[in-house]
C-alpha cells in the first residue's frame, strides 16, 4: 500500500486506502487518500519511480 503522513493521527508511514495518484503543476507526484484507520484526507508526494511503481502494482490509480 502507498503510505504517507496522517494529520488527524498524527502518524507517519500509515497506509492509505483508495489511493489515487496526480501530476503537479510543476511536474511531481502526489498521492491522494483516505487514512486506513480514520478516514481522514491524506496526501503524498513521490518521485516519478515510486509513482510509477505504485500504478503498475495497482496499490494506486492514475488520475490525470
Known sequence: M?????????KKG???KDAA???TARGGF???GKCAEC?????AMMSKD?????MASGEAKKAF
Do not use: T
Not at 39 to 43: A, L, R, T, Y
Not at 50 to 54: D, F, P, Y
Open 2 to 10: 502507498v503510505k504517507g503522513y496522517c494529520v488527524k493521527c498524527k
Open 14 to 16: 500509515q497506509d492509505m
Open 21 to 23: 495518484i496526480n501530476q
Open 30 to 32: 502526489m498521492a491522494k
Open 39 to 43: 478516514g481522514c484526507n491524506m496526501c
Open 50 to 54: 515510486n509513482a510509477e511503481k505504485a
